[in-house]
């Protein structure tokens, strides 16, 4: 069992940074793929970035590809996930997951943390 904490959201203007975190506590999170999803209101979730096991692979959405970068430090058992030139289509609650699967689906999710991007 992992549990995973989200941290970081707030709110920022348009064209400025955020950087998320994800602990995880229960199992090292070197075991797992770590990914993150939003969900803007009224919306489906949807993926954001996905970083595997070892930290060598990546993978993107279109729609954060060259602005979003996912990285993770398995010292601290946390993944990030750095959101530069933030748009105000990116608001949404921000959710971590993990499995041990690249590409998922993903086992266990945090409970999200709120990032709004004002114009």
């Known amino acids: 069992q992992v549990q995973l904490v989200e941290s970081g959201g707030g709110l920022v203007q348009a064209g400025g940074s955020l950087r998320l975190s994800c602990t995880a506590s229960?199992?090292?999170?070197?075991?797992?793929?770590m990914a993150w999803f939003r969900q803007a209101l009224g919306k489906e979730r949807e993926f954001v970035a996905v970083?595997?096991?070892?930290?060598?692979?990546?993978y993107y959405a279109d729609s954060v590809k060259g602005r979003f970068t996912i990285s993770r430090d398995d010292a601290k058992n946390t993944v990030y996930l750095q959101m530069n030139s933030l748009k105000p289509e990116d608001t949404a609650v921000y959710y971590c997951?993990?499995?041990?699967?690249?590409?998922?689906?993903?086992?266990?999710w945090g409970q999200g943390t709120q990032v709004t991007v004002s114009s």
């Open positions: 229960g199992r090292p999170s070197s075991s797992y793929a």
């Open positions: 997951a993990a499995d041990p699967k690249f590409k998922g689906p993903y086992a266990y």
């Open positions: 970083i595997s096991w070892s930290g060598s692979s990546t």
